[in-house]
């Protein structure tokens, strides 16, 4: 059974559906991606998984038992942690701070009244080197760059030592370099048994690095598979461009009478290359995504 | 039978009035998110500046209520939102309602200063043409104002939904950043809101004065009614709020009418819309955690357990040596400063590093006082008791709102000590009406402390213990997540922790420590009353600690002596009684965005004198700790001061203090700093 399991979640604001019907799962072990067009929903499913946003309708599952009424503090004790693609640091408190109020939340504030100790400096500074952030240890966390700040909350996630980790954007503000020893660091993190599930507009970042990715549009999953069936499927390419390649007797024709080109909704560049649209890995960057 | 048709009159008539200063509230709020707690207030002035115009110069009542509603309340209200309230609403709540609260106090410094207490009255409209309906009088008045109710009911929905500036308003309450990006400018909507829901305002002022009064407070406080009738629609809806509006005003109609006239019932009677704001509070379903939080708070610094012990010290030598020298009035007067000081730290707790605010922190110190009177255990123990039984009340408020947020948390505090003041405080079992207490002075292990120049040294004692225990706590793990609370309670959700027992408890705490000071202060004056914990001047007390400086322990101290010296001040020059609180709340309009307040730019002042003189006075006198010593406690203030000073460690700090900027410090933070966000 999947660690994580997304079953028929319906969430609706007034009369906007912004999660219709979603089910999905994320495995113990593995690097899952959670990818779709701006306003697919992605955020809000996390939301709804870390408890955060009540579903209107449907079930949030964790290791192996029903989560949907239970409330974010006790989800976390049982294991999930999350980063926010608006940041959440707590900024008045320095690097190190950050992750040592995560560790001593993790323990407890009973724990902390009874004066055991606060958590060892020396486990939040190697959480600090994992990361990759130990030069900002003493900075601010206001007043640290983006990419920095989204390493933070992932180290201050990891003090908990969270079998679930939701990672919503990681990589923006993150350079190539640090992207790719980002890569490494979460096939690192789901080798130690974690489920990892993951948010991102990098699409290098996705393809190379998850076992497994669900696309989301309109807030209901359209596909799902390995990055090489996702990246071929159909319905994806429609969602990121507008119209299926795959119909193409005339796309150009269909492209511009239906679709226009320069459709807001596309995330992902129009190539010429039939039946690959998604860029192969190692291409670059994308353009656009949520910013 | 026409008795209940009169109060039912009655009633409805309240509660339009209610519902127009609702409406206007509900208006501010929902376009700008800044809760104007100076709603109330500013419609007392408008009243009074309706009196000015139509009796003291004589100028016709038309002319007179069409100056006040079309031209100085929307002026007034348009100059609020563009020099004092403007960009709050995306700042920390308590930010707002301190500038808020400080409104309120400057509006009634402001009349009082220029309308000096006297007796005045405002006629009601077309006096003598009363109508007779189903055997009861109905005044003109009265009609005029339920018509009005309507009038402002129709207007504002033909504003809001048949206008081009209304919808941008509704348009503005969602997302005044999108709104902005589809050309419409949320700045002009939130000037316009303002200006509409100040003349509100007046219109229920000058519709009230002729049935309250023309008072000071009164009227202001009329506000927490239209509060409670705005709750009831979540500060969101206007047909919500109108029904509130109008259950509350005939509600409080029949309990004046019906409610018997002695026993504790009778008391009921003076706190309806306060009880009733605190049942709507408590029956609202569970807020959201706001993600996308406002970030870090710059806090004032810490100073290191040695510095802090020192100036413990100084403190203890210099009330030691005050209390030689003053006589017996004066060391009252200390005493009093060190109870506000006390009660002001229990602030530094719950504002400064909570970030929550409470209006009735003096009510607590009450609870406190009441409860050493009544323990009549004039020890340690009986002390502690009584900070004990406060922190139980104090974590009882916050209980039921433990599911809300910071505005509703402040709001029913408000509410407590309405109901705290009325019920209990003047209730016969406790101080009674005008009514005062003996209390005995504290013995500490069999040891009666009787002189009051003893005494005032132990009040001064706890004064420093406290803010000893309050700096450790700080620097240790409970205040890190104190901290971590106020920057992003979805954050520390995500991490685990319960914020809602957590806050529980930080209130408690809070409370505490405003009870132990009460107690002490019991003991010091030997007879306490209820006149001594008037929840109106918790209101004073909170924006004196902002003024001052909420997050540190020098603000507090700093903060008391100036609470003491406000009366002594009043008395001297009575003439200007109203300046000093407009000076007060005005000040903190200009201050309270800044919490840190006056004590940090000491702190300011110290550090640069100590880079200028420092290294030269050390260098003559070698029991001053080296140069190492001040750069290790450098860092631990900058550490919590680095908001705009980065991080000593990898910039440079030399032997003198100076800082090197960072322009060439750390490459790699350089690529970070620019590396574009993409993907």
């Known amino acids: ?291 | 039978m026409s008795s209940f048709l009169a109060f039912t009159l009655f009633g409805l008539f309240s509660g339009a009035a209610y519902a127009i200063a609702a409406s206007g509230l509900v208006l501010t709020y929902s376009t700008t998110r800044v809760f104007n707690i100076a709603h109330g207030a500013l419609g007392m002035v408008m009243s009074f500046v309706f009196w000015d115009f139509s009796v003291r110069q004589g100028m016709p009542l038309w002319l007179a209520l069409f100056l006040v509603l079309f031209v100085v309340a929307p002026g007034v209200g348009w100059f609020i939102q563009r020099f004092v309230t403007r960009g709050l609403g995306e700042g920390p709540v308590s930010v707002s309602l301190v500038v808020t609260v400080g409104l309120l106090v400057g509006c009634i410094g402001l009349a009082t200063q220029i309308w000096p207490p006297e007796p005045r009255s405002v006629q009601p409209f077309f006096p003598g043409s009363d109508v007779e309906l189903f055997g009861i009088f109905v005044t003109a008045h009265q009609i005029i104002t339920i018509a009005l109710s309507g009038v402002v009911a129709v207007g504002l929905y033909v504003l809001l939904n048949r206008t081009r500036i209304g919808t941008a308003m509704r348009a503005s309450v969602d997302n005044p950043e999108l709104l902005k990006l589809f050309g419409g400018k949320p700045e002009q909507v939130a000037a316009l809101s303002w200006a509409v829901g100040t003349s509100l305002a007046a219109l229920a002022g000058v519709l009230l004065v002729s049935t309250v009064g023309l008072d000071y407070y009164a009227l202001t406080l009329l506000v927490i009614n239209a509060y409670a009738a705005a709750m009831l629609g979540r500060l969101k809806s206007l047909p919500l709020t109108f029904l509130g509006a109008m259950s509350l005003g005939l509600i409080t109609s029949y309990a004046s009418g019906y409610l018997p006239t002695d026993g504790l019932l009778n008391s009921v009677r003076n706190v309806v819309p306060a009880l009733f704001l605190f049942v709507v509070i408590v029956a609202m379903p569970q807020a959201q955690l706001r993600i996308g939080q406002v970030k870090g708070i710059v806090s004032a610094p810490q100073p290191s357990l040695f510095r802090a012990l020192g100036w413990g010290g100084a403190l203890l030598l210099g009330v030691a040596f005050l209390a030689t020298a003053f006589g017996e009035s004066k060391l009252l007067l200390l005493g009093t400063a060190a109870t506000y000081a006390m009660v002001m730290l229990s602030l530094v707790l719950l504002t400064g590093y909570g970030g929550h605010v409470s209006l009735a922190q003096l009510t607590f110190a009450g609870v406190g006082a009441l409860a050493y009177v009544k323990l009549e255990q004039a020890n340690l123990v009986g002390l502690a008791l009584s900070a004990l039984i406060a922190a139980g009340v104090g974590a009882l408020v916050a209980l039921p709102v433990i599911r809300l947020t910071g505005l509703y948390l402040a709001l029913s505090t408000l509410a407590f000590g309405v109901i705290m003041e009325k019920m209990v405080f003047q209730a016969e079992f406790a101080f009674g009406f005008n009514g005062t207490l003996g209390a005995e002075r504290l013995s500490v292990l069999g040891v009666t402390i009787g002189s009051t120049a003893a005494y005032v040294w132990v009040m001064a004692l706890f004064f420093v213990l406290m803010g000893l225990a309050l700096l450790w706590l700080r620097r240790g793990t409970l205040g890190r997540m104190l901290i971590a609370l106020r920057d992003s309670p979805a954050a520390c959700g995500t991490l685990g922790l319960d914020a809602r027992w957590f806050r529980v408890g930080l209130f408690g705490l809070s409370a505490g420590m405003a009870g132990l000071a009460g107690a002490l202060y019991a003991g010091l004056r030997g007879s306490v009353g209820a006149a001594e914990f008037q929840y109106f001047n918790s209101l004073p007390l909170l924006l004196l600690a902002v003024v001052f400086g909420v997050t540190s322990v020098t603000g507090a101290a700093l903060g008391g002596v100036g609470l003491m010296l406000l009366p002594v001040f009043q008395s001297s020059n009575p003439s200007a009684a109203g300046l000093i609180f407009a000076v007060i709340g005005f000040g903190a309009v200009a201050l309270g965005r800044d919490p840190n307040g006056l004590a940090n730019q000491l702190f300011k002042l110290g550090r640069l004198l100590d880079r200028r003189f420092g290294t030269k006075v050390r260098a003559r006198i070698p029991v001053l700790p080296a140069p190492g010593e001040a750069q290790r406690r450098m860092h631990a203030e900058a550490e919590a001061n680095a908001g705009a000073e980065p991080s000593l460690t990898s910039v440079g700090l030399h032997a003198d203090g100076s800082v090197d900027v960072p322009l060439i410090a750390d490459p790699s933070r350089e690529v970070g700093a620019h590396a574009a966000p993409r993907g």
Do not use: W
């Open chain 1, 1 to 291: 059974m999947p660690l994580l399991e997304v079953d028929h979640v319906v969430v609706q604001f007034g009369g906007v559906t912004a999660v219709n019907e979603a089910c999905f799962a994320a495995e113990a072990g593995r690097v899952t991606g959670l990818i779709g067009p701006n306003g697919a929903g992605k955020t809000t499913c996390f939301n709804v998984i870390s408890g955060l946003q009540k579903p209107t309708r449907g079930a949030v599952r964790f290791d192996g038992r029903k989560v949907t009424s239970v409330p974010v503090h006790r989800r976390s004790k049982r294991g999930m942690g999350r980063t926010f693609q608006r940041l959440e640091a707590f900024g008045s408190l320095s690097v190190r701070d950050n992750v040592r109020v995560a560790a001593d939340i993790h323990r407890g504030v009973l724990g902390a009244v009874r004066g055991l100790g606060s958590s060892s400096r020396g486990g939040v500074d190697a959480l600090l080197e994992r990361v990759g952030i130990a030069a900002y240890a003493d900075e601010r966390a206001d007043s640290i760059p983006t990419g920095t700040a989204r390493l933070l909350e992932l180290a201050r996630c990891l003090a908990g030592d969270p079998k679930l980790l939701l990672l919503d954007e990681p990589s923006s503000g993150l350079d190539e370099t640090e992207t790719d020893d980002f890569g490494d660091l979460l096939r690192d993190l789901a080798a130690e048994g974690r489920a990892i599930l993951m948010v991102e507009h990098d699409m290098d970042l996705v393809m190379g690095v998850c076992d497994e990715i669900h696309v989301l549009d309109f807030g209901s999953v359209i596909a799902s598979g390995t990055p090489q069936e996702v990246r071929g499927d159909a319905a994806v390419q429609k969602a990121y461009l507008g119209y299926a390649p795959e119909d193409e007797a005339e796309p150009a024709h269909v492209g511009s009478a239906e679709h226009p080109a320069e459709s807001t909704r596309t995330d992902l560049p129009v190539l010429s290359d039939d039946t690959t649209v998604l860029p192969p890995v190692g291409a670059g960057p994308l353009p656009g995504g949520a910013r």
